[in-house]
């Protein structure tokens, strides 16, 4: 790198945009908009992002997938007050990737990160631009979530308001976390975009609260998957449909040179019904072809290797082992969050076998810090169609089991691990392990 820094500017505001057409949906959003501004960092370059909080109620903000210093990385109770500020230092001497910052407010962060504060954070690098891959206006990420929408068009959250006191750890009796019945895709419903006959690389993100996608395109081509959580795969990988769980990214090519002006190609989501079943739409309206290529070779990916394991631990994600107010709390190996309690002591750059669990429904895991590899799924040795690559995320079914392989590398400190449905996050299905 360079050793230079990049400076961004962020305003957390309430604004009203138009969402459904002729309504007004309130939102809380970074820089009052929703998504939040894409940021865009080069590897080796440092950014600082100051984040002002106008909002009536504290926030935190986390770069998922970040590889984060511990005061920066947004522990759950490190709140920025209604009035206050921060600024987050990330080194991003990690590789490109698709990363997303969003709400992280300790039994909070499901009702704000409904309400908007959600945004993409890409970081780039040369290896990746020697590639050849679709950029500029071809290279389009793509946020997929679901909301509800009441008849005057505000979201629909069916919780406590959040600006009141609420008992900690409990969101109401959503205990499988709150769906909409609208898909979004970059904030609009249903959208189209006119695309040529060429390749665009899509950039997918799922940052709903608790809704699961198997996308697909319908009368289109497959998906060219490049990347997953944690940046570029050594090799492409052909999906016909991709299954994503929250807080999953995939990153695709997609090649339009079969199709011809006129074509309307819709993708899909075939886990869906009524308004959770269609996602957006591509109209072909232009006749070019491209140079761009997707090679065979994308990068150098190291393999984590199980000769290097120095320590195995298990965690089982289930319900119970704890209740408050009658009801019983997500847990880890049956504990509620309590910050003040490390479940796990690595060491710095320590390789580490992690044996995930999910009982009762499913579950994505997200690992702050440190990506890992996943190395077998339910008893199979090997990763499963959609967890190639260095992953920070993994999806989970109910009775589901994943073993990984994961590296402690970067810092030393306290972080959280946690279930990202954001209903069961809140309802206390997260723990704490310390770098050591
Ligand atoms: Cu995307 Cu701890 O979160
Ligand atoms: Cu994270
Ligand atoms: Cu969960």
């Known amino acids: 790198g360079d050793g230079g820094t990049d400076y961004y500017e962020i305003t957390q505001k309430a604004a009203k945009v138009e969402i459904l057409p002729g309504l007004r949906t309130e939102i809380w959003g970074y820089d009052g908009i929703f998504p939040g501004p894409t940021l865009v960092s080069r590897r080796g370059r440092r950014t600082v992002v100051t984040h002002r909080n106008e909002l009536p109620v504290p926030v935190v903000v986390h770069l998922h997938g970040g590889r984060t210093a511990p005061e920066h990385d947004g ?119 006119d695309v040529s006959t060429v390749r665009y690389r899509f950039r997918l993100l799922n940052a709903s609260n608790a809704r699961r996608y198997r996308l697909r395109l319908d009368g289109g081509p497959g998906f060219t998957q490049i990347g997953s959580d944690q940046g570029l795969l050594a090799a492409p990988v052909e999906h016909e449909s991709i299954e994503i769980a929250q807080a999953e990214r995939f990153d695709v090519v997609v090649d339009f040179s079969g199709h011809r002006v006129g074509d309307e190609i819709t993708l899909v989501n075939e886990h869906g019904s009524g308004g959770t079943a269609e996602v957006m739409r591509f109209r072909v309206t232009r006749q070019e072809s491209d140079d761009r290529v997707v090679p065979d070779r994308l990068a150098d990916v190291e393999t984590l290797s199980a000769g290097a394991v120095t320590a195995e631990r298990e965690f089982v994600f289930a319900r119970g082992g704890a209740h408050a107010h009658g009801m019983s709390l997500w847990t880890v190996n049956g504990k509620p969050f309590d910050p003040e309690t490390i479940v796990a002591r690595p060491k710095l750059g320590a390789t580490e076998r992690w044996i995930i669990r999910a009982k009762n429904v499913e579950h994505p895991i997200h690992i702050h810090l440190a990506p890992f590899q996943v190395v077998g799924t339910d008893g199979d040795d090997d990763p499963g169609p959609f967890n190639h690559g260095w992953k920070d995320t993994v999806n989970l079914d109910n009775g589901g089991r994943a073993e990984i392989l994961i590296r402690f590398d970067g810092y030393r400190g306290r972080y959280v691990f946690h279930c990202h449905n954001l209903e069961h996050e809140d309802m206390m299905m997260m723990a704490n392990f310390e770098v050591v």
């Open 75 to 193: 522990y759950p109770t490190d709140v920025i007050a209604p009035g206050g500020g921060k600024d987050y230092v990330y080194a991003m001497e990690q590789h490109a990737a698709t990363l997303w910052y969003h709400d992280h407010r300790m039994d909070f962060t499901g009702p704000q990160v409904y309400r908007g504060l959600a945004g993409f954070h890409l970081i780039h690098d040369d290896a990746e631009e020697a590639l050849g891959l679709p950029r500029g206006r071809r290279d389009i990420p793509l946020m997929i979530l679901d909301r509800s929408f009441a008849a005057d068009g505000s979201f629909r959250y069916p919780s406590l308001d959040p600006t009141l006191t609420k008992t900690p750890g409990v969101t109401g009796t959503y205990m499988s976390g709150v769906l909409g019945d609208c898909v979004l895709v970059n904030g609009a419903p249903w959208p189209v975009l």
